[in-house]
């Protein structure tokens, strides 16, 4: 069974709906990111990664992290543990695209995901502000802090970005890790595979 687990409910699909990040907590899930060939405008992928190719946008993932098939629609996600923690997932690199972000702006779609933090959780905004992304048109993110209240972590770090394409389609991205993965340069490398690809 999973040590750590983060829910989160989603106003993407409904409240009373949970995005839950857990290590090989999915009935059946024992795949990792595809082998898949990288296609023109795909995410570099650093030594030990994956490409991950998720419709209008590409990133990678470490080589051993898992798919969490337990996301509600429209979310992909994939899942890693912490080197110290091996059967706990520490760090998490996500998209969300959904018709709800179709007419919002890339600082609205930012927002858009943040809003699923429950309110009893200790989250705090850390920073925000516009950025860019290989591809991306308009690209907004804000960063978070969350509190843990488990033994083995005590912050996750995550960032949410709104991106709008050159061609207008809306969607986001979720970078999450424990503070000890964001120390190891983890964090990091996932932000640099991240990029909107032509469909």
Same mark, same amino acid.
């Given at each position: 069974?999973? $040590?750590?687990?983060?829910?989160?409910?989603?106003?993407?699909?409904?409240?009373?709906?949970? $995005?839950?990040? &857990?290590?090989?907590?999915? *009935?059946?899930?024992?795949?990792?990111?595809?082998?898949?060939? %990288?296609?023109?405008?795909?995410?570099? =992928?650093?030594?030990?990664? @994956? &490409?991950?190719?998720?419709?209008?946008?590409? !990133? /990678?993932?470490?080589?051993?992290? %898992?798919?969490?098939?337990?996301?509600?629609?429209?979310?992909?996600?994939?899942?890693?543990?912490? *080197?110290?923690?091996?059967?706990?997932? &520490? &760090?998490?690199?996500?998209?969300?695209?959904?018709?709800?972000? %179709?007419? $919002?702006?890339?600082?609205?779609?930012?927002?858009?995901?943040?809003?699923?933090?429950?309110?009893?959780?200790?989250? *705090?905004? #850390?920073?925000? *502000? @516009?950025?860019?992304?290989?591809?991306?048109?308009?690209? !907004?993110?804000?960063? !978070?802090?969350?509190?843990?209240?488990?033994?083995?972590?005590?912050? !996750?770090?995550?960032?949410?970005?709104?991106?709008?394409?050159?061609?207008?389609?809306? $969607?986001?991205?979720?970078?999450? /890790?424990?503070?000890?993965?964001?120390?190891?340069?983890?964090?990091? #490398?996932?932000?640099? =595979?991240?990029?909107?690809?032509?469909?």
């Amino acid at each position: 069974m999973p $040590l750590l687990s983060l829910r989160f409910s989603t106003r993407a699909v409904a409240a009373v709906c949970t $995005l839950t990040l &857990a290590l090989s907590a999915c *009935s059946g899930n024992d795949s990792g990111p595809g082998e898949q060939d %990288e296609k023109p405008g795909s995410a570099k =992928t650093p030594d030990d990664f @994956t &490409a991950v190719d998720s419709g209008s946008l590409s !990133y /990678a993932a470490p080589q051993g992290w %898992e798919e969490d098939r337990e996301v509600v629609e429209g979310w992909t996600r994939y899942i890693g543990p912490h *080197s110290s923690e091996p059967d706990v997932a &520490a &760090a998490e690199i996500s998209d969300y695209q959904g018709a709800e972000l %179709e007419q $919002l702006t890339a600082e609205e779609a930012a927002n858009y995901i943040g809003e699923e933090f429950p309110a009893d959780e200790q989250v *705090s905004v #850390e920073d925000s *502000s @516009t950025t860019s992304l290989p591809g991306a048109e308009e690209v !907004y993110r804000i960063d !978070y802090e969350h509190e843990f209240r488990l033994p083995e972590f005590d912050r !996750y770090h995550i960032s949410d970005f709104g991106i709008k394409s050159e061609d207008g389609t809306v $969607l986001a991205v979720r970078i999450g /890790a424990v503070t000890e993965m964001v120390e190891d340069g983890t964090f990091q #490398e996932l932000e640099k =595979t991240v990029r909107v690809t032509p469909e």
